[in-house]
């Protein structure tokens, strides 16, 4: 909202159209805040189940002869290929994290 008054001045909020501006503008804040965190905290759940030492510990690819062809399979979860890049992201948003997604990372 400080761009809001710098555009419009300081006395926004005393005006009648500003009055209700600041009124949506809070709303969406409020709204915003839910659903980020609704977000955060599915995403929060869905990296908690993932087995870190079994995903560590298992082959990431494996390799079967068929007849006259090799076949190649990559097996590895994306969510903690890009766990670094997601947890960099919400420090940057200010966001607190457990330190035991940290340590996956």
Do not use: C
Request: hydrophobic share 40%; proline share 2%; no cysteine.
């Amino acid at each position: 909202m400080s761009r809001v008054e710098d555009v419009l001045g300081q006395n926004w909020k005393d005006l009648h159209q500003g009055k209700k501006l600041k009124q949506i503008g809070d709303n969406f804040q409020s709204t915003l805040a839910a659903r980020q965190e609704h977000y955060l905290t599915n995403w929060l759940g869905e990296i908690k189940e993932i087995d870190a030492s079994y995903e560590r510990a298992k082959n990431i690819f494996n390799i079967e002869q068929r007849i006259d062809r090799f076949h190649f399979y990559l097996d590895f979860n994306m969510k903690l290929l890009n766990l670094p890049q997601e947890l960099n992201q919400l420090k940057i948003m200010e966001k607190k994290m457990p330190l035991g997604i940290q340590l996956r990372a």
